[in-house]
């Protein structure tokens, strides 16, 4: 299974979702900045000019039918 999946058109990446994969949505917020860097500790995140920076995820199931929001089950909105 791919470990990346791009958040951008690419006409050669023929990859797609596939029923009864787990796939985990991460989106970065950021004010101020328009790059996120990795703090040494590997978990802190800052922005290249300042500001907050926030990490939300969603993991979600593919189904034949519509995705189940696992995040959604954890009362996490």
Not at 13 to 41: C, G, Q, W, Y
Request: proline share 4%; charged share 25%; with cysteine.
């Amino acid at each position: 299974e791919p470990d990346c999946i791009l958040n951008y058109y690419d006409r050669y990446d023929r990859r797609r979702f596939k029923k009864n994969m787990v796939v985990a949505i991460e989106t970065f917020l950021t004010t101020n900045s328009t790059l996120v860097n990795t703090a040494p500790d590997k978990w802190t995140l800052t922005g290249n000019k300042g500001g907050y920076c926030v990490q939300h995820e969603h993991t979600i199931i593919v189904t034949s039918d519509k995705p189940i929001n696992l995040t959604a089950m954890n009362g996490i909105k």
